[in-house]
DNA sequence: ACCTAAGTTTTACGCGCGTTAAATACTCAG
DNA sequence: CTGAGTATTTAACGCGCGTAAAACTTAGGT
C-alpha cells in the first residue's frame, strides 16, 4: 500500500497533481476543500507516504493545536484514569493532547507550565495542586494561554472549574452512614496535598450539624502521597488506642481508607456494615482498587467521565470563540454512593 | 528578574551583543563556548527572557532530542513508576522524555509509534505488549530509530532488552514457598497480555521439577487488564470449589493475587502463613499496593530504578556512538523476595 | 451559453533557527 | 611582543510549511 516516501509538500504536491497552498488547507482542515479535491488527496496519500512536518507546520503559528493536560500524579489511578478520559475528549476534537504529570510535586508543576509554555499549546487543562503560592504563576500563565482547572479548585482563578461537588457527595454518604448506623467520625491528612480534603472536611462539619450529630475529625501526621502508608500508620494508632468515638469511620479519601483497612486487619478488627462488624470505614473517590479492599470499600464515586468532557468542551468553546469567557464557570457534578462491604 | 521578552534568537544576539551562529551552539552545548562568552551569554538571559522556538530548533533537525517512551498502561501502577524512572534517566542525561502510554490496547501501541515518527526522536524506550503480529512493526520502526525494550521481550527484536530473570526470580519465590510449607501451585491467565507470563510459567514448572514437586497450573478465562477482577472471579471459583491441589498459590502477578486474595476474604478462607491460616497466597512484581493487601502480600520486587536506568544508558550508548550496537543485548536483573504475611 | 461565486494555481515572501565559509578577534605559550 | 591555534563574527543559504495576492478554473444556476 503506502510505497514511495516523500519528504515534503512540494514534492507531495508534484506527486499528486494538487498545488501545494491547496494542500496546506485541506491539511489544515480537510473540509476547506472541494469534495472532489479532497478525494484526489486522499487517493494519494494511499499511494505516496507522506505526513507534513510537525514542527516545520507548528514554527509559525503562534496556537497549535496541541493541548496540555497536567495532574498532580500519575501514579495516582485516579488521575491516570481522568487523565485519560481528557485526551480522549482532546482527539475527539480534533487536538493533540500532551499529558504531563508533576509527580507528587508543586515544583514540578511549575517545570511543566514552563514546558508547556514552549510548545505553544492552544490551551491547558489542569488539575492543580492547589497551593496558594502557585495561584500567581497559573494566573499568570493563563494569560497567555487559557487554562481550565479540573479535580482541584482555585477559587476565582483562570477559565473555570469542573470536579465534583464535595459538599453534595460528602453529605450524600455522612446521610447514609448514619441513618445506617452510628454517625460517622472523619479521619484525614493534617496538611492535605488536595484542596479537596478541606471541602470534604467543611461539608462533614456541616452534614453532621445538619443532621444534629457531633463531628469528630482526627487528622494524621505525615505528608506526601503516601496515603496508605499514613492512613494505615496512623488509623492504626488510633484503632489500637480505642480513640475513635464512633465506630464508623469516614476517610477523607479511598487511599487512606485502604491503609486504614490494612491496619485493622493486622489489628484483628473486624470491618464491615454485616454481622460481627466491629468497625465501619467509608472512603470517597471509588478508587480502582476499592472494589478488591478487605472488605470492599464503601464509597463515593466521582462522575469521571463528565468531569473531563465538561472541562475539555469549555476548553474547546474558548478555543472556537477566539476570546475568554466573560465570566469564570464553574461546574460541579454530583457524587454516587458506591455501597460495598466496608460500611 | 526576567523582563523584557526578545522573540527571537536575532534579537537575543543584538541585546546580549554575542552574535547569532555563537548563541545558536550555545543553546545546543554550553560548553562547545568560550567559559567567558558562556558567562556573559547567561548573564543576559537573566536580563532578557529568551528561550529558542523548539519547533524552529527541530524543524531542520533528521533527529531531535527527544526520547519516546511508551509504556503498555500507565494505569497500572507498576508501569507508571518505571515510567518514572526512565524519564528521570532521560532527563538527566540531557535528553527530553515524551511518555506514552498504550493503554492496555497493541493497536494503541502501533499509533503511538506512528506518532512519534512525527517527533523524529532520538531513539524510544518501549516496554512492548509483545505480541507476535506487533513484532514487524516495532521492527521496522527500530531500523528508522533505535529501540531498546525494557520489562517484556521480543525475543532478538531491537537493540537491546533489560528487564527481570523471572527464572531466577519465580525459582527464588518457589523454593521459598517450598521450604516454608506445601509446595505451591500456579494460578494465571490463560491467554496472558504479557510474554512475562509465559516465562513465569515456564520456571515455576522447572523449579517444581528440580525442586521435585509436582506442578499444578490453574489458568483463569478473561482478557484485557482487569487482573483483579479476573483473580477475584475466577479465583474464587477455584477456591470454592476446593479444587486447588495444595494450600498454597503462587499468582502470576500481583494483580491476579490482589484479586484472589479479595476473593479469599469474601469466602471467609483465611489466608496466611501464620496460624489458623489455610491458604498461603503470593504474588509476582511487588505492586504498590501489595504491602496494604490483607493480609499484605509476599512477592516478588523487581528492580524498577535498575532497569530504568540500563534501558535508558544503553539506549544514549547508541545515541552517542551514532552507531547500532554491534550485538543485541540482554541484561536481566535479579528479583528479591519480600516476605510478608500472605505467605 | 453566460454569469457569478467559490475553489485552485502560480508566485513569492516570511517564520526562527542550523549551518557553512571566510574574515576577524582573541588567548596563551614562548 | 609575536605567532599559532582557537573562538567569534559576518554574510548568506536552506529547511518545510503558512499565507497572501493575483490570475485562472470550475461548479451551478439562469
Request: overall charge negative.
Amino acid at each position: 500500500m503506502e510505497q514511495k516516501k516523500v519528504r515534503n509538500m512540494e514534492q507531495f504536491a508534484a506527486v499528486s497533481g494538487i498545488s501545494r497552498p491547496t494542500l496546506s488547507k485541506y491539511f489544515n482542515d480537510p473540509d476547506s476543500v472541494r469534495r472532489s479535491t479532497r478525494d484526489r488527496i486522499e487517493q494519494a496519500l494511499t499511494q505516496y507516504d507522506y505526513r507534513p512536518n510537525v514542527y516545520a507546520v507548528n514554527q509559525n503559528r503562534s496556537k497549535t493545536k496541541n493541548i496540555g493536560v497536567v495532574v498532580p500524579n500519575l501514579a495516582d489511578p485516579f488521575f491516570s484514569e481522568i487523565g485519560r478520559e481528557v485526551e480522549l475528549a482532546c482527539l475527539a476534537a480534533g487536538y493533540s493532547p500532551i499529558l504531563l504529570s508533576s509527580h507528587g510535586n508543586p515544583e514540578q508543576e511549575r517545570a511543566n507550565l514552563e514546558a508547556l509554555r514552549l510548545l505553544k499549546p492552544a490551551g491547558v487543562l489542569l488539575a492543580p495542586f492547589g497551593r496558594a503560592s502557585d495561584r500567581a504563576d497559573i494566573e499568570a500563565f493563563n494569560k497567555d494561554v487559557p487554562v481550565v482547572l479540573f479535580d482541584a479548585n482555585i477559587e476565582g482563578a483562570c477559565e473555570a472549574f469542573v470536579g465534583t461537588n464535595n459538599f453534595q457527595s460528602v453529605d450524600l454518604i455522612v446521610e447514609y452512614l448514619c441513618r445506617s448506623g452510628e454517625p460517622p467520625c472523619f479521619f484525614e491528612m493534617k496538611s492535605p496535598s488536595n484542596p479537596n480534603a478541606n471541602k470534604r472536611r467543611q461539608a462533614y462539619l456541616e452534614s453532621m450539624q445538619r443532621h444534629g450529630h457531633t463531628p469528630h475529625i482526627y487528622q494524621a501526621e505525615g505528608e506526601g502521597w503516601k496515603f496508605e502508608e499514613i492512613g494505615s500508620i496512623e488509623g492504626g494508632r488510633l484503632m489500637s488506642k480505642n480513640a475513635l468515638a464512633t465506630n464508623t469511620v469516614l476517610c477523607s479519601n479511598d487511599r487512606l481508607a485502604i491503609g486504614m483497612l490494612s491496619a485493622a486487619y493486622g489489628l484483628g478488627i473486624v470491618v464491615g456494615h454485616g454481622e460481627g462488624g466491629a468497625l465501619r470505614i467509608a472512603g470517597h473517590d471509588d478508587h480502582p482498587f476499592s472494589r478488591y479492599t478487605c472488605p470492599s470499600l464503601t464509597t463515593i464515586a466521582q462522575d469521571y467521565a463528565a468531569i473531563a468532557n465538561r472541562a475539555a468542551s469549555t476548553l474547546f468553546r474558548i478555543l472556537d470563540a477566539e476570546t475568554r469567557l466573560s465570566e469564570r464557570e464553574e461546574t460541579l457534578y454530583e457524587g454516587k454512593l458506591v455501597m460495598r462491604d466496608s460500611a
